[in-house]
């Protein structure tokens, strides 16, 4: 009688690190292509060549280029690409935990002032490839949607302190929050005004507590 063969055991979690690497890989050359060649110029084979993987690993990842563009502003929110949601975070909890609405409101702009160097080019690439790619389009949809419901939750959080001015509902509180981190924003004061981050900051931060503490 043969033997049984002696399998080596899988290493599931090697697997799994490889993977997250070449996602990491795509990621970084689909962002360093999109700011440099523009979304339109971009192509995914080109992506793949940069990052060292195989053009239809992007397409099963990612479905389609405009799925790479919305992955890589995901990671530019979040800061890396970790399975966690915003709303579990460590700054949303440090807000929440503050007891200070004004103090809530300066950590919300510093986390801005934070971001928008990363999260801003990319959005701006979105917009403006909204508006002659359709999947472009539903994401950037996608991505304002997003926003929404994050300035909803954190509206929801702020009247719930009981500290804003009154008579403000969660509607009010979430379209000031929606307009004051918007891209636009940052654009016009920094971008196209010049302004440096901590005055950008400041400014957000001043506005919000006028508008919403008084």
């Not at 002659?132 to 991505?143: E, I, N, S, T, Y």
């Not at 924003?185 to 931060?205: C, H, K």
């Amino acid at each position: 009688m043969s033997r049984p063969v002696k399998r080596r055991p899988y290493d599931s979690s090697r697997r799994q690190e490889q993977a997250r690497q070449s996602r990491a890989r795509v990621l970084a050359a689909a962002r360093a292509r999109f700011l440099t060649d523009g979304y339109v110029a971009t192509a995914l084979p080109t992506v793949a060549a940069d990052a060292g993987v195989s053009v239809e690993s992007i397409y099963k990842a990612f479905r389609n280029k405009a799925g790479v563009l919305k992955a890589v502003f995901d990671v530019a929110v979040a800061g890396d690409d970790e399975p966690v949601a915003i709303v579990d975070r460590d700054w949303v909890a440090a807000i929440n935990a503050e007891p200070d609405v004004r103090q809530k409101l300066r950590m919300y702009s510093d986390h801005l002032v934070r971001t928008m160097p990363r999260t801003a080019p990319v959005s701006l690439l979105a917009r403006a490839a909204a508006t002659l790619d359709a999947d472009v389009a539903a994401v950037w949809r996608q991505l304002e949607g997003e926003r929404l419901v994050g300035m909803t939750a954190f509206a929801t959080h702020l009247v719930g302190t009981g500290r804003l001015r009154s008579g403000l509902g969660v509607e009010e509180v979430r379209d000031v929050l929606w307009s004051m981190n918007s891209v636009s924003i940052y654009e016009l004061l920094v971008i196209e005004r010049g302004w440096d981050a901590d005055r950008y900051g400041g400014f957000v931060a001043g506005t919000l507590a006028a508008a919403l503490v008084g």
